[in-house]
């Protein structure tokens, strides 16, 4: 037979209740105000804070303390688009921390003068669903590494998909 168990009255410091992990404030948080016409949703993303709209991630707010030379608003946008953008955004450049290669992904660097109006732009054009900024992420993959349908109606086995098939008469 198993004894009653004591509570045994422990003291714990008010300092101990503040050590619990702290969370970050959202970088340049004036960006998602501008958007929030949109109902923009967020989500950390490798240590930076990705925002969708609708199903388009469109920009990704970067303030680290570590390679902050892309620190800044990302906007998300494919190779094509960089002209034209770059016209509107002449301090607009590829991501370094990409090693020089060129990718879909753009960055207004936190450091140029002028930041806040060209992020505030780019936030316009977001709200504007300016067909050059956004896109749809790729299906995630599962654990077993397949990929996950967007399909409403789940996909049809090989086993189905054979008896379906009209038989040759």
């Known amino acids: 037979m198993k004894k009653p168990s004591q ?4 003291f714990v410091p008010e300092d101990a209740l503040v050590t619990s992990k702290v969370r970050s404030s959202v970088p340049f948080e004036f960006v998602l105000d501008a958007l929030t016409p949109l109902e923009p ?3 950390p ?3 930076c804070l990705a925002v969708y709209v609708g199903e388009k991630i469109v920009l990704m707010l970067r303030n680290k303390v570590t390679e902050m030379q892309d620190n800044g608003v990302w906007i998300a946008t494919t190779e094509e688009h960089h002209a034209s953008l770059r016209r509107e955004f ?12 060129i990718s879909g992904w753009q960055v207004l660097p ?3 003068p002028d930041f806040e109006t060209a992020a505030l732009r780019a936030s316009e054009l977001v709200l504007q669903q300016d067909p050059r900024i956004g896109k749809v992420p ?5 654990v077993a ?3 996950t349908s967007l399909r409403a109606e789940p996909p ?6 054979r008896s379906s098939r009209k038989k040759p008469q």
């Open 7 to 10: 509570k045994k009255n422990v």
């Open 41 to 43: 949703r967020t989500h």
């Open 45 to 47: 993303m490798f240590g």
């Open 90 to 101: 002449p301090k607009m450049r590829s991501i370094q921390l990409f090693g020089g290669k």
């Open 110 to 112: 936190v450091d140029s």
């Open 138 to 142: 790729n299906a995630r993959r599962t």
């Open 145 to 147: 590494g397949a990929k």
């Open 156 to 161: 049809r086995s090989a086993r189905t998909k």
